[in-house]
């Protein structure tokens, strides 16, 4: 049975686990660079979820790189009034770790993350974590066959290199002019400040993405007046969330098929937005007028009604889920602001129009670098040539997993991976799947080394961008899923059964596989 924790903390939550450190000793004491078979980046769903399988399969000489001091990957980070996921709790979890114990249809965050910190604790992986540890180099060596990596805390080598940080780890704040001369609090909502004091402050949210409507809701009510800039909206339609009644979940305890009727359930409703979004847009036309209904409902004003009415292919940018979004916004101290913002000031924000907007306090609920994030820059493949440089046109990975010229480097949640419809857990176990197939193939093969085929890759890539020109993401808005070229690197251009039938099984024909390397000795 899972546990709700109050704190945060890991470390200190398991002090006992902490201390019995037998499947990953620490490094010698005598500073002999130590080695490790595999090593992977971060304690979200991907990287725990990795070290879980290995764990079931029998794996000990593992670590799992965190930065931080606690689990939970973006379920850590992002503690902001109302953070809570907008896929159905039962589907956001993994298929071998369900969790009767959900308070509501929709998981707050932190029943999210402490869901996470039970699951490392159930299946044994607090052990192999190093805790702030954050990758500064990992740089592969063709001479060694091995990942030397360097962390901010020490330096080890590694077989395997496994990138599980994820796509949502590095928040984004807006390039506008000025900004950096604000006097007053700025900060992004990934980056909540809770030791500061909203009532009674003029505040600006510039966004009006996943987080924005999940937070404006609750600060709205506090702020004496809120000014929401807003670029272009949203299509949002009715959560519908619910509290999880104890007869629930003491049937999902006693009988475990219940609850998997419902997940499969919830999974094959959300599956059938793909059909709209992917192969026939007019399907979306239903959806588009339940949404609009929707905001009819909840909006009387009619020229808050038409500045709050998007004008795009629903499904283009990403559909949000809210039931009190719109009646926040429509309260007397709330303003919506569609004019461009044009400057800041040390105490204001100017528009387009020359308006001034007098704040004290501005919360950026920009996003994240998705296309363009930090990290690639810090991993080399063959001659030394980064991840990013790799990248410098557009990121691609066969399978969201392998980059040709990275030996023995894996990705969770990589390029093309990403959904609009369904739960990214299911992308994630696809993943977990493929890579232990893969391991096991290189263990029967002997095999020291692998490595995607470029042409391989280049080819899959291909039908990818082929695929996408029919789908909604193509019909024209500007969103984040595309790159500075306009290219969607970031969904997955059809049904996740079909990513999963694409994974089951390792495809090593697509491989180059190198036996262990011996050096000649005279």
């Known amino acids: 049975m899972f546990q709700v924790f109050a704190g945060s903390g890991a470390r200190k939550k398991y002090a006992d686990d902490e201390q019995q450190r037998t499947d990953v000793p620490d490094q010698s004491a005598d500073g002999e660079v130590r080695h490790v078979h595999i090593c992977i980046l971060g304690t979200g769903f991907s990287g725990l979820g990795m070290a879980i399988r290995l764990k079931q399969r029998g794996y000990k000489d593992f670590v799992v790189l965190e930065k931080a001091e606690d689990i939970g990957g973006t379920w850590r980070d992002n503690t902001y009034p109302g953070c809570a996921c907008d896929i159905p709790s039962h589907l956001y979890s993994f298929s071998f770790a369900l969790n009767p114990n959900w308070s509501h249809m929709y998981s707050p965050q932190r029943e999210i993350q402490a869901y996470l910190c039970d699951c490392a604790q159930r299946f044994g992986i607090l052990p192999h974590i190093w805790w702030n540890n954050e990758l500064r180099d990992a740089s592969w060596s063709d001479d060694e066959q091995r990942w030397h990596i ?63 409507i999940q937070f404006v809701p609750q600060i709205q009510p506090k702020v004496a007046h809120l000014a929401l800039f807003q670029r272009t909206p949203p299509w949002i339609v009715p959560r519908l969330d619910h509290p999880i009644s104890e007869e629930k979940k003491r049937l999902y305890r006693l009988l475990p098929f219940t609850q998997r009727f419902v997940r499969t359930r919830i999974y094959l409703r959300q599956e059938l937005t793909a059909l709209g979004m992917v192969y026939n847009q007019k399907a979306m036309e239903k959806g588009m007028q339940f949404a609009r209904e929707h905001l009819a409902r909840q909006v009387a004003d009619p020229e808050l009604r038409a500045k709050l009415t998007p004008h795009y292919a629903m499904g283009c940018k990403r559909i949000l889920v809210s039931d009190d979004f719109y009646p926040a916004v429509a309260q007397p101290n709330v303003e919506v602001v569609t004019e461009h913002i044009r400057e800041v000031r040390t105490r204001s924000v100017i528009t387009e129009d020359g308006q001034e907007h007098e704040v004290d306090v501005i919360i950026c609920g920009t996003g994240f670098h998705v296309t363009d994030a930090r990290l690639p820059q810090c991993v080399r493949g063959r001659g030394g040539q980064t991840l990013a440089d790799a990248w410098s046109e557009s990121i691609h990975a066969y399978m969201g997993t392998a980059v040709p010229g990275f030996p023995n480097l894996f990705l969770l949640i990589g390029p093309n991976t990403g959904l609009g419809h369904n739960s990214m857990v299911y992308m994630i176990e696809s993943q977990l799947s493929y890579l232990l197939d893969c391991f096991k193939t290189m263990e029967r093969k002997q095999a020291q080394v692998v490595e995607i085929r470029s042409e391989v890759e280049a080819a899959y890539n291909d039908e990818v961008q082929q695929r996408m020109q029919k789908t909604v993401w193509a019909s024209g808005c500007v969103s984040w899923y595309l790159d500075a070229r306009g290219r969607n690197t970031t969904l997955w251009p059809g049904f996740t059964f079909e990513f999963r039938r694409r994974t089951r099984r390792f495809d090593r024909q697509n491989y180059d596989l190198l036996p262990q390397y011996i050096p000649l000795t005279t």
């Open 150 to 212: 360097t962390t901010s805390q020490r330096e080890f080598t590694t077989d395997i290199l496994i990138l599980g940080n994820g796509p949502l780890s590095e928040p984004a704040l807006p390039h506008i002019s000025g900004i950096e001369n604000f006097e007053g609090e700025i900060f992004h909502s990934a980056k909540w400040r809770h030791d500061l004091d909203l009532t009674g402050k003029r505040v600006a949210v510039i966004g009006t993405g996943a987080s924005a």
